[in-house]
Nanobody
Framework: EVQLVESGGGSVQAGGSLRLSCAAS????????IGWFRQVPGKKREGVSC????????YYADSVKGRFTISRDNAKNTMALQMNSLKPEDTAVYYC???????????????????WGQGTQVTVSS
């Protein structure tokens, strides 16, 4: 069974950094696009960053460009989100997700993800 498990969340002061990790199992990791999403209670889920295929560059939400970096380590079946210069508005539950590779903007709603982690809380205080 496919399983994604996030780690690395926590509380940090504004301007600080966190690195989220996601460990994948039960899938051929090289065949999958990966993404990070976040959600605040009472609001819709927001796409943060993703890589839609091996031939495309990462996509980032405008709100995190220049501050967040997505990466993957295929040898270890892991993905990560490095978050720098954190702001209070970054506070949310963060989820990693995966789907078979496809082309295009993987932050669009039409690019639905098949597998999701349980989420990890990130809290940024001012």
């Amino acid at each position: 069974e496919v399983q994604l498990v996030e780690s690395g969340g926590g509380s940090v002061q504004a301007g600080g950094s966190l690195r989220l990790s996601c460990a994948a199992s039960g899938l051929t990791f090289d065949d999958y696009a990966i993404g990070w999403f976040r959600q605040v209670p009472g609001k819709k889920r927001e796409g943060v960053s993703c890589i839609s295929s091996k031939d495309e560059s990462p996509y980032y939400a405008d709100s995190v460009k220049g501050r967040f970096t997505i990466s993957r380590d295929n040898a270890k079946n892991t993905m990560a989100l490095q978050m720098n210069s954190l702001k209070p508005e970054d506070t949310a539950v963060y989820y990693c997700a995966a789907r078979l590779y496809g082309r295009g903007n993987c932050l669009h709603r039409k690019y639905e993800y098949d597998y999701w982690g349980q989420g990890t809380q990130v809290t940024v205080s001012s």
